[in-house]
């Protein structure tokens, strides 16, 4: 069984401020998925990362899949309250098996 | 284009009674999955359809099924409910086979009692 541990579970910080979340496993994945859950709503997907060492950037969010695909980061610059959900990764094991998704971090950032 | 929409949004049932919810892709997707969602357990895979046929499946018991009819709109069933089985319950179409990139509805939020 995959798993995949978030950290940290919980964050609440100040806007301005700048922010790491930690996606770890021990198993190797064929590409790993970003989402942010607000409540009320389902997960909506921020970016997909398949190469080892590839970083994407999505305006203030960046994206890093490790080089042996077992790890991701997600940084986010300049934190505004817009930012505030849930963020879940997700790992895919093999192409066409199913997703295995992290604990998830909660973040707040307040005004 | 509409997204997936799900439907009742929210449900009270009580112990040993079953339940059906229901799930429309995103049109053109033909691969919809399902997912539990609870704050100890977080997000778990239930099971994934294509073309009308289960391809994946989690690790959950029998109670728990589901099919996908030709139009690709998805129904799953859960039987005897358990205090347990209170959850959100979060329907996501594909494009192709074998999950890839989901696309969530905003999920059936099931109570117990």
């Known amino acids: 069984t995959q798993l995949l541990e978030q950290s940290p579970q919980f964050l609440s910080i100040q806007e301005g401020e700048n922010l790491t979340v930690y996606c770890n496993s021990s198993?190797?994945?064929?590409?790993l998925q970003w989402y942010r859950q607000e409540p009320g709503e389902g997960p909506v997907l921020l970016v997909t990362v398949v190469t080892g060492g590839e970083v994407k950037k999505l305006k203030r969010l960046t994206f890093q899949f490790g080089d042996a695909r077992k790890d991701s980061s997600l940084h986010i610059t300049a934190a505004q309250p817009g930012d505030t959900g849930l963020y879940l990764c997700a790992g895919e094991a093999n192409a066409g098996n199913m997703l295995t998704f992290g604990g998830g971090t909660r973040l707040m950032v307040k005004p | 284009k509409a997204g997936v929409t799900q439907t009742p949004r929210y449900l009270i049932k009580t112990r040993g009674q079953q339940v059906t919810l229901s799930c429309s892709p995103i049109s053109g997707h033909r691969s919809v999955s399902w997912y539990q969602q609870t704050p100890g357990q977080g997000l778990q895979f239930l099971f994934e359809?294509?073309?009308?046929?289960?391809?994946n499946k989690g690790n959950f018991p029998g109670r728990f099924s589901g099919r996908q009819f030709s139009n690709s709109r998805s129904e799953m069933n859960v039987s005897t409910l358990e205090l347990g089985d209170s959850a959100l319950y979060l329907c996501a179409s594909s494009l192709r086979q074998g999950i890839g990139e989901q696309y969530f509805g905003p999920g059936t939020r099931l109570t117990v009692t």
């Open positions: 359809y294509f073309s009308e046929t289960q391809r």
């Open positions: 198993s190797v994945f064929s590409s």
